[in-house]
C-alpha cells in the first residue's frame, strides 16, 4: 500500500504534521528517482523539499485541472539540478502521472535531468543554467502587471546560484520596477558544488543583499514546516518591493546519512542506501508499491 | 537606420498592443516618442544586458513581443548565454537589436567592436539572423521579422545612411537582387553594401556588368538564390563585416560544397584578429581592404581572369 492512500488530498490549509509526513514522502520518492535515474543532486533536492511541500499543497493558486490558468501563479524551479524535488511534487499533485517519475533521466523522458519545457510543457520554462530564473520571473511579472492579472511570480534559487551576477541584476530590476508579486527564495542549504557558499559569498549576509537591493527580505528554517508557513503567509512583506525569503537550510535533510555534505550534490544512493534512507523517513515513493 | 529602426519600432508598437521594448541602458533621445506615447511599454533595463535577455524571455512566456535594444557587442556578447537557454531554447519571438554591429564603432576600439555578432547569433537554433544594408531595408525587413514565431536578430547601423536602389523589395529570409548583371556576382551583407553598390555602379559606367545581391537574412540562408546566383554567374565575390569563421562567406562555401557546385568563390572582408589603432570606420574598411575600392578593384580584377580564362578556352 502506498502512502497516497493514507494521506489523502487536504481540504483546505493543511496542518504542519500533514506537511511534514507528505514532505517525507517526497523525499522517499525523489531518493528512489536518483537511485533509478542514476543522477544526483540529492543534497540540493531534499533541502528545498520543505519548500516546495508547502508552496504547492495550499500556498501557490495552481489546479491541476487547469494548468495553464491566465491567472495561476507562476513557479520557476531556477535550480534546475533539483528538479525531481518539483517532478514529485507536482506528480504528488496530480499535474502528472506518477508513473513518469520512473523514467526520471532516461532516454527521452518527459522529466530529464534538469527541467526541459519541451519535454514537459507545463512547466513555466526549463532551468538548469544557473542564474536565469529571477530574470525571466521579473519579465513574468512586469508583463502580468501590464495586463492586470493579479499572478504572483515565485522564482526558487539556490545559495549557489546568488554567485551569479545575473541574480543581481535581476535583483535590481524587481526594486526599480517596485514588483511586489515577485517573491524569491533561496535554498540557502550552505553547499556548492565544490564549496561551501558562506566562504565562498565571503561570510555575508544573502538577507542583507536583497535587503540593500531593495526588497523585502526575512530569513527564516526552510526545514521548519511552521517557519515556511508564517513567511508564506506575510506575503507579500511590503507593498511596492519584491520580497525574499532566505530559507537555511540544511543539504540533503531528513536522512541522517545525507546531511550536509558536498559528496551528496554528487552521489547516487546504492539500493541498500535507498532502503536505509526510506526506513529512516518511514515513507515510500509515491510511484512504487 | 537608428532613426528609421525606431521610427518603425513606433509603428509596430502601434500595431501590435504586444510589442513591448527593452533597452539596456541605450538610444538617448531616440525613444522619447515611444515612451512619451506607449508609456510602461518602454523598459529602461539598465546596464545589464543579461537582466534585459531574460526579462523579455519572462515577457515573451506571457505572450509580449519583446524588442532588446543595445550596443551590439554587449547584446550579442556579454547575454549570449541567456539569449541561448532563455530565448533561443524555447523558441521565443524576442527581437535583438544590435546597435552598431560590425565594426559600426570602430573607433571606439576592441570593446565596442563586434564583427562576431552574426557568428554568434548564427550559431543558435532557430535564430534568423538580420543585417540590413540601409534604413530603407530596416522600414521593410523589421515588420517581417515580428511576424516570425521565434526569435530573431537584427544588426542597425548609425544615424544619416542614405538608402539606395534596388531591383526588387526586401523579403525576410530572400537574397535581394540590387544590379542586374552577368558573369561575376557581388554577394553582401549589411552596411559595406552602399560601398559594393559604389563600386558595382563605377564599373557598370565602365562597361562591367557584375550582379550584386544582398543577403540581408545571413540566417536562413537563400540557397535557391545562390542556385539562380550560380546559373548566371561563375564567380561569386562575397563582401562581409564579419569574422572570416561563422558569417556569410562560410555559410556560401559550406553550401557551395554540400550542392557540389562549380562556382568559384572570393571573399573580401576583416582577417582573424582584433582591429587595433582605433581607427575611424571608414580607414578600417580600406586598411583591411572590403570598401568601395576594394570591391572594385577585386571585381576587375576576377572580371579580367576571367576575360582571360575565356580567350584562353
Known amino acids: 500500500m502506498t502512502l497516497i492512500a493514507e494521506l489523502p488530498a487536504h481540504p483546505g490549509t493543511p496542518g504542519v504534521a500533514w506537511l511534514e509526513r507528505k514532505a517525507r514522502q517526497m523525499r522517499a520518492t525523489c531518493i528512489q528517482m536518483a537511485h533509478d535515474g542514476h543522477e544526483g543532486h540529492l543534497s540540493s533536492v531534499l533541502s528545498c523539499m520543505d519548500l516546495l511541500v508547502a508552496l504547492y499543497n495550499y500556498w501557490l493558486n495552481v489546479d491541476p485541472i487547469l494548468p495553464k490558468a491566465h491567472d495561476r501563479d507562476r513557479f520557476i524551479l531556477s535550480k534546475g539540478h533539483a528538479c525531481t524535488a518539483l517532478y514529485s511534487v507536482l506528480a504528488d499533485r496530480g499535474f502528472l502521472p506518477a508513473e513518469w517519475l520512473a523514467t526520471y533521466a532516461q532516454d527521452d523522458s518527459p522529466l530529464p535531468n534538469h527541467p526541459c519545457k519541451h519535454a514537459l510543457p507545463i512547466l513555466e520554462c526549463s532551468s538548469g ?47 526599480a520596477n517596485k514588483l511586489d508579486s515577485v517573491l524569491a527564495i533561496v ?33 527564516i528554517n526552510g526545514n521548519n514546516m511552521a517557519d515556511i508557513q508564517a513567511a ?58 | 537606420m537608428r532613426r528609421a529602426f525606431a521610427d518603425t519600432l513606433f509603428e509596430m508598437a502601434g500595431q501590435d498592443p504586444r ?3 527593452l533597452t539596456g541602458d541605450l538610444g538617448f533621445q531616440v525613444f522619447d516618442a515611444f515612451q512619451e506615447r506607449y508609456g510602461d511599454r518602454y523598459i529602461n533595463v539598465g546596464v545589464a544586458e543579461a537582466q534585459m535577455i531574460c526579462a523579455a ?40 537589436v544590435g546597435a552598431g554591429g560590425g565594426y559600426t564603432y570602430a573607433s571606439s576600439g576592441v570593446t565596442h567592436h563586434a564583427p562576431d555578432d552574426v557568428a554568434l547569433l548564427s550559431s543558435l537554433p532557430g535564430m534568423t539572423v538580420v543585417t540590413p544594408g540601409d534604413p530603407d531595408e530596416i522600414r521593410q525587413l523589421l515588420p517581417q521579422m515580428y511576424r516570425l514565431p521565434g526569435p530573431s536578430y ?77 546559373e548566371r554567374a561563375d564567380t561569386l565575390l562575397i563582401v562581409e563585416e564579419s569574422v572570416p569563421s561563422g558569417g556569410l562567406f562560410q555559410s556560401i562555401a559550406a553550401w557551395r560544397a554540400e550542392a557540389e557546385c562549380p562556382v568559384r568563390l572570393r571573399r573580401l572582408g576583416p582577417p582573424d584578429a582584433f582591429a587595433l589603432g582605433g581607427l575611424k570606420r571608414e580607414v578600417l574598411r580600406a586598411r583591411l581592404q572590403y570598401d568601395a575600392d576594394a570591391v572594385y578593384a577585386a571585381c576587375k580584377e576576377l572580371w579580367t581572369a576571367q576575360r582571360a580564362l575565356q580567350l584562353a578556352a
Open chain 1, 129 to 175: 543554467s544557473l542564474g536565469h530564473g529571477l530574470g525571466i520571473g521579473t519579465g513574468m511579472a512586469y508583463g502580468l502587471r501590464l495586463e492586470g492579472n493579479r499572478a504572483r511570480v515565485v522564482v526558487l534559487m539556490s545559495d549557489g546560484e546568488c554567485n551569479e551576477g545575473s541574480v543581481w541584476e535581476a535583483a535590481m530590476f524587481a526594486a
Open chain 1, 232 to 289: 508564506l503567509a506575510a506575503f507579500p512583506f511590503e507593498p511596492g518591493r519584491p520580497s525574499a525569503i532566505i530559507a537555511k537550510t540544511t543539504g540533503g535533510a531528513g536522512v541522517s546519512f545525507m546531511q550536509d555534505q558536498t559528496v551528496w550534490h554528487y552521489r547516487v544512493p546504492p539500493i541498500e542506501e535507498v532502503e536505509q534512507a526510506l526506513q529512516e523517513l518511514g515513507a515510500r515513493p509515491i510511484h512504487k508499491e
Open chain 2, 57 to 96: 524571455a519572462g515577457l515573451a512566456f506571457e505572450g509580449w513581443r519583446p524588442t532588446c535594444y543595445s550596443i551590439a557587442s554587449f547584446l550579442t556578447g556579454r547575454a549570449f548565454e541567456q539569449i541561448r537557454v532563455s530565448v533561443a531554447y524555447p523558441g521565443l519571438p524576442v527581437v535583438l
Open chain 2, 154 to 230: 537584427i544588426r542597425v547601423g548609425r544615424f544619416g545612411e542614405a538608402s539606395y536602389e534596388a531591383c526588387e523589395p526586401a523579403v525576410l529570409g530572400r537574397a535581394r537582387l540590387l544590379r542586374e548583371g552577368e558573369r561575376l556576382a557581388v554577394v553582401s551583407s549589411g552596411d559595406i553594401t552602399p560601398g559594393v553598390l559604389q563600386a558595382v555602379d563605377r564599373l557598370q559606367a565602365e562597361g562591367l556588368s557584375p550582379l550584386a545581391y544582398h543577403f540581408h537574412t545571413v540566417k536562413p540562408l537563400d540557397t535557391e538564390a545562390l542556385a539562380r546566383i550560380a
Open chain 2, 19 to 21: 510589442v513591448i521594448f
Open chain 1, 187 to 219: 535554498d540557502n542549504n550552505g553547499l556548492q558544488a565544490v564549496g561551501r557558499s558562506d566562504a565562498l559569498m565571503g561570510y555575508t549576509s544573502l538577507e542583507e543583499k536583497f535587503r540593500a537591493f531593495g526588497w523585502a527580505a526575512c530569513t
